[in-house]
């Protein structure tokens, strides 16, 4: 573990296996209760004077630092997670984004000005703001399918911003974390303003979650463990990036090379593992069986297989029990009308990009959110019809619409119950500096993306002074 820049070891070891081969990767450390305690007392002790400028040098050496070693980084990435080296090397350039956009921020004085003599009884004075790092640490917990590029997304805004912060990456996931640390103090940032502690979650989680040196909870998982984080961390603030059942649309005008596309993409990209995936495809009846047809064909060109190939296009599921649930889900849809077009292989974590139709909206397959290489087809009869069942769900994460017609649009963007609308893209499609984040189950509004976390983790601090002049 990375405790304050300390190595720490213990003799409670958790085993972490490579999804593909199944063979032994490595174990990490099983921290202790203690530990957790000993960390974010460092944290909170530790007061940063670095000045703006020495922050965004640190982000943009450890951006350079990520973009010089992006093939071995990427090599680790597929080890531990069975993603190809595709999504991997993508993967690593998005942190890369991450770093820059933080270091860029970082030189920009975010800061306001209030006159006073707005009203009859106002005053000759002005009030300012500034923003202001926590008083306590930041308490982190990232999942196992973007093992680099989430845990970018907490700690880069967190130096951006002053802050310090202690981090429990995902116990299948673990090494790129624990990478990106030696990165980061190789990069020059003080090793007390970045810890990593790796363990059993059910073991440590609580102290994670209360602890009273930590101010704020920032969690990017589950559903379930995010409404049990939002009831344990009480009187913490908390950044909750949740579950997603994310919505393609495809309506009678849409360019349907295009829609299949942007289907197969975002349905398979990262195994289907991304809370932005494509989950559901919503297709207007008129152009549905064309639609299909497109979709199977570029579903059968998918190349997937052994993740360190460069020719794959996607490797594994993070482990054997993800890919018999997603073989699960899709058998009980196939019982309850669904008609499987292609697909539902398995073969330990490997499972096939798999296309099924006429999948009736509220079965589990798209009910819940499937966090797989799936690629489920809803008929809809209209736009009523197409916004009533993408409304159906409790998610309401991200969406895509395919259509020209500006009146759906404006409905769309209008009355989908989503956190972003994308017309004629993936619903994950952002840049890493743009809020991103859901309603409903997915999240409680606040958003992620450099930006509005920077914002997330500072205390806005106002001070006025008599002001005489204009």
């Known amino acids: 573990m990375r405790m304050a820049g300390k190595l720490v070891d213990n003799d409670r070891r958790i085993e972490v296996y490579n999804p593909y081969t199944n063979a032994l990767l490595g174990t990490i450390a099983k921290a202790t209760v203690e530990d957790v305690r000993s960390v974010f007392h460092q944290a909170k002790t530790y007061q940063s004077t670095l000045t703006r400028y020495q922050r965004n040098q640190i982000l943009l050496r450890a951006s350079q630092l990520l973009r010089e070693n992006a093939e071995v980084i990427s090599d680790l990435i597929t080890a531990e997670s069975g993603l190809c080296k595709k999504d991997t090397m993508y993967e690593v350039g998005r942190a890369c984004d ?5 270091a860029n921020q970082t030189l920009v004085d975010d800061g306001q000005v209030f006159s006073c003599d707005l009203t009859p009884h106002g005053k000759q004075r002005k009030v300012f703001t500034l923003r202001e790092p926590l008083l306590g640490a930041i308490s982190a917990i990232t999942p196992f399918n973007h093992p680099l590029n989430q845990v970018a997304h907490k700690v880069a805004p967190s130096i951006a911003t002053n802050n310090r912060m202690v981090l429990k990456p995902s116990e299948k996931t673990p090494f790129s974390a624990l990478l990106l640390a030696d990165i980061l103090y190789e990069a020059g940032l003080p090793p007390e303003m970045f810890s990593v502690i790796t363990g059993d979650p059910r073991e440590i989680a609580d102290e994670m979650l209360t602890n009273a040196d930590m101010d704020l909870v920032t969690f990017t998982g589950g559903v379930q463990i995010g409404k049990y984080i939002a009831g344990k961390a009480v009187y913490k603030r908390q950044v909750l990036e949740l579950g997603g059942n994310d919505p393609l649309i495809v309506m009678e005008d849409a360019d349907l090379e295009e829609a299949a596309t942007l289907a197969v993409s975002g349905s398979y990209k990262n195994s289907g593992q991304r809370c932005t995936a494509v989950k559901r495809m919503i297709v207007h009846e008129a152009v549905a069986d064309e639609f299909v ?8 060109a998918i190349k997937y297989g052994n993740p360190m190939d460069s020719n794959t296009d996607m490797g594994t599921v993070i482990d054997e029990a993800a890919a018999i649930s997603f073989e699960q889900k899709v058998n009980d849809a196939i019982k309850c009308g669904a008609q499987l077009i292609v697909g539902n292989i398995r073969e330990g974590a490997l499972y096939s990009p798999t296309v099924l139709d006429h999948v009736p ?15 489920p087809v809803i008929r809809c009869k209209d736009i009523d019809d197409a916004i009533r069942i993408s409304n159906s769900t409790p998610y309401g994460l991200s969406s895509a619409v395919c259509t020209n017609r500006l009146d759906y649009i404006t409905r769309f963007v209008a009355e989908l119950e989503v956190g972003t609308v994308n017309v004629r893209e993936v619903p994950g499609y952002r840049l890493e500096l743009t809020p991103f984040g859901g309603i409903k189950d997915s999240g409680l509004g606040y958003k992620e993306g450099v930006l509005e976390a920077m914002k997330s983790f500072c205390n806005t601090k106002t001070y006025s002074l008599p002001w005489d002049g204009k």
């Open 98 to 102: 991450v770093f820059l956009f933080a």
């Open 361 to 375: 909206y509220d079965c589990t397959l798209v009910a819940e959110e499937t966090f797989g290489p799936v690629s």
């Open 293 to 300: 047809r497109l979709l199977t064909e570029k579903t059968k």
